[in-house]
Structures are given as structure tokens and as C-alpha cells.
């Protein structure tokens, strides 16, 4: 789908990921030594049954988490060995997040909900409101700028999640199942759209699903098992 790329820089670089999470004194091991590369321009799926480490390692790419040892690059920077301070910076302006649940505050309009990382950024509310509706215009939802997230279907939620992922132009957006809350229709049609708005040359899509009607959107797939990447598999596009 996505031409030439092998041949693109990279985008996320991991390198013998692990992470091992201590919860009172018993550690449990999720991820045991990830390598891959994502390429800019690159739709990346990681697949795999429940527990395999797939949300963890996606956490580890858009520094929610820092990996136990191991590097993983975003854009040549590894998030892990930021101070607080510039690592929050860097996700502010760097990453976009697609949520499952669509994460959206039910009191603030879908125009409020979409400004949201400008507002995070400092760009001025008006300002914020004019370009969260600009975003929300190309993904359909021009008519529903005032409306409450309760006011709209699971589809169009998760279309204002998706504006409010893209309205600060990051050059990363990662995916915790976008789809899985949608009929098939619905589904695709947020797949399509991600593809149409959020990737070009210089961008990078992470999505983690277990959704097998999406797989066709993939350049590649990443099939997880136990921690470990078992294979990475170039989808054909028929
Ligand atoms: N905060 C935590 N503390 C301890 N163990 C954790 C924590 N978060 C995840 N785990 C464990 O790490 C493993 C990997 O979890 P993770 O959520 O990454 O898997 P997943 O592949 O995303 O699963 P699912 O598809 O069910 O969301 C699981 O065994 C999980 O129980």
C-alpha cells in the first residue's frame, strides 16, 4: 500500500525491549526482547492473543511506560531517558492517542473535546476551537460541533477521538483497539479515514487489535505470542 518502505527513515526503533512489571514484590516479565523497526509512512499492527504483551509494548512507543532494559527510539529519541519534564513535552507535541473507550469528557462539546492537546500545548482556547473544528470538518463530523459525546453514535465518538489525536499534527499516533466497540461497517469506515488522514510520508501509525476485519489495512503486522515477536508479516492488499 504504502511504496518504497524499506527504503523510508525510521520512525520507532526497539531494540531488545524488556519490561518486567514489579507489583509488590512479584515481578511478572510481559515484554522478553522486542526488535522492530517502524518506517515513516508505515501503518504498523501488533497482533496476538490477550496478555501478550501488545498494550505494554505500545505504552513503551508512546513513553506512557519506560522499558526495564532494552531501547526504543521515537524519532531517534529514546523516551525513557527524558526528564519528566521534556519527556511530557515530547508526547505533547509528538504523539497522538486512539483509545478503545474513546476517552472523551462527557461535559465538553465534540469542538471542546478535539482542542483539547492544543489547550495542553498553550495554543490559545479560540485559536484551539478553530482548528479542533477545521479537523473535525475532515472527518466528517462538521454538523456535530456542539454536540456531547452522549449526542453521538460509538462511530462518531470514536471520530471525534480520532480529530483529538491528530488536531496537534503529531508525527506518531498509536491505536489501543480503535475498532473493537464498532460494527463492521463503522469499523472500516474509522480504518479508512485513519489511513486517509492520519498517515503520510513523514507520520507513523502504531495500532494494536484483535480485530481481524481491519488486518487489511496493515503495511506490516507484528504477531506477538508470550513477549516475544513471533513473526512480522507484510499483509497482501488485495
Ligand atoms: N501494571 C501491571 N502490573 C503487572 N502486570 C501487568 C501490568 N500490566 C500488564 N501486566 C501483565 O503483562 C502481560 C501483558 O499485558 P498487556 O496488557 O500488555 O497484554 P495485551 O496483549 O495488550 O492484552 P489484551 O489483548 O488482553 O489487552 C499480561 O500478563 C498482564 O497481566
Known amino acids: 500500500m504504502t511504496p518504497n518502505l524499506p527504503t523510508a527513515p525510521l520512525a520507532v526503533?526497539?531494540?531488545?525491549v524488556v519490561k518486567t512489571y514489579d507489583t509488590g514484590g512479584q515481578k511478572f516479565t510481559a515484554l522478553r526482547g522486542i526488535d522492530l523497526d517502524i518506517h515513516q509512512g508505515e501503518l504498523m499492527m501488533l497482533v496476538g492473543p490477550s496478555?501478550?504483551?501488545k498494550t505494554t509494548l505500545i505504552s513503551i512507543i508512546a513513553g506512557i511506560l519506560d522499558q526495564s532494559a532494552g531501547v526504543c527510539e521515537v524519532f531517534g529519541q529514546d523516551l525513557a531517558h527524558l526528564p519528566q519534564k521534556r519527556k511530557l513535552k515530547f508526547r505533547a507535541e509528538n504523539i497522538g492517542f486512539v483509545f478503545q473507550a474513546y476517552n472523551l469528557l462527557p461535559s465538553l462539546t465534540a469542538t471542546e473535546n478535539a482542542a483539547i492537546p492544543l489547550i495542553i500545548n498553550g495554543v490559545p482556547r479560540q485559536e484551539a476551537e478553530r482548528r479542533a473544528a477545521a479537523v473535525l470538518q475532515r472527518v466528517g463530523l462538521g454538523e456535530r460541533l456542539r454536540s456531547l459525546p452522549a449526542?453521538?453514535?460509538g462511530g462518531q465518538q470514536q471520530r471525534v477521538a480520532i480529530a483529538r489525536a491528530l488536531v496537534h499534527n503529531p508525527r506518531l499516533i498509536v491505536c489501543d483497539e480503535p475498532t473493537s466497540a464498532l460494527d463492521h461497517q463503522t469499523g472500516h469506515t474509522v480504518m479508512?479515514?485513519?489511513r486517509e488522514v492520519a498517515l503520510d510520508a513523514h507520520k507513523v501509525l502504531v495500532i494494536v487489535t484483535h480485530d481481524a476485519r481491519i488486518f487489511e489495512f496493515a503495511d506490516r503486522m507484528a504477531h506477538m505470542d508470550d513477549g516475544r515477536i513471533l513473526e512480522i508479516e507484510t499483509p497482501k492488499h488485495g
Not at 526503533?13 to 531488545?16: D, E, G, I, K, V
Request: one cysteine or more.
Open 13 to 16: 526503533r526497539c531494540q531488545s
Open 51 to 53: 496478555g501478550c504483551g
Open 151 to 153: 449526542q453521538l453514535s
Open 192 to 194: 479508512e479515514l485513519l
